[in-house]
């Protein structure tokens, strides 16, 4: 008698973790939609303390954070939501959006820079593997291994390294390179591809 009472109870209470979740779930997905990424952030932030493995809340919390300037944030929750799915390229590709945007902030420190640049070119390398026909990843990668460059060829920091800096902008054209034989009309491809080797030339 006492489980035939406690069951119905214990059924209810799921039902109602699942339909809160649900509730919390469908407001941040219309406010993602509308672009209101802080109220998107507050409903999705409540649907994975109700379910912390629903991977669709996650993938929107990280979009949302990301889109909040939240970097460290959006990247935890990707960090969650790649244990979840391995295999989840635009986890990996806006969690390396994210480490970019920080790895370029002036205001994160030199050695985080360096942890952040490197995490990226990770995250694109892995989005490549999983997806090689998605040519985004192959520019963003390329655009990063640029910008990795530059930091390390910058002398009058600690973290100079001419032969990474050297190896980073090489990288970065081959990227492009790739890119722009696949695209021979992409005028922004052709862009980034000369401002890469400009750099590349210029190192003595």
Same mark, same amino acid.
């Given at each position: 008698m ?29 406010s ?13 932030e409540?649907?994975c ?6 991977s ?18 959006? %990247?935890?929750t990707?960090? #969650?939501?790649?244990?979840l799915? @391995? !295999? &989840?390229c635009?986890a /990996?590709?806006?969690r ?15 050695k ?8 990226a %070119?990770?995250?694109l390398? #892995?989005?490549?593997t999983?997806? @090689? !026909? &998605?040519?985004?990843? /192959?520019q ?5 291994y640029r910008?990795?460059?530059i930091?390390k060829l ?8 001419k ?6 902008l ?7 390179d790739?890119l722009l034989a696949d695209?021979p ?20």
């Amino acid at each position: 008698m006492k489980f035939a009472f406690i069951f119905p109870l214990l059924l209810i209470s799921v039902i109602g973790e699942s339909q809160a979740q649900s509730a919390y779930v469908t407001l941040g997905r219309q406010s993602l939609i509308q672009g209101d990424f802080k109220s998107a952030v507050t409903q999705l932030e409540k649907a994975c303390v109700v379910d912390s493995t629903n991977s669709n809340a996650l993938w929107m919390l990280g979009y949302s954070y990301f889109h909040s300037e939240n970097y460290k944030k959006s %990247i935890a929750t990707y960090n #969650k939501l790649i244990e979840l799915k @391995p !295999a &989840d390229c635009s986890a /990996y590709y806006y969690r390396a959006l994210a480490k970019g945007a920080l790895a370029r902030d002036v205001q994160t420190p030199e050695k985080e820079k360096e942890k952040f640049f490197l995490g990226a %070119i990770v995250d694109l390398t #892995k989005a490549s593997t999983i997806e @090689p !026909a &998605d040519m985004k990843y /192959y520019q963003n990668r390329g655009i990063l291994y640029r910008d990795y460059g530059i930091f390390k060829l910058q002398k009058t920091s600690k973290f100079y390294d001419k032969a990474r800096g050297v190896d980073a902008l090489k990288a970065s054209v081959a990227d492009l390179d790739r890119l722009l034989a696949d695209n021979p009309s992409r005028k922004d491809i052709s862009s980034l591809l000369d401002q890469s080797r400009i750099l590349l030339a210029s190192v003595k």
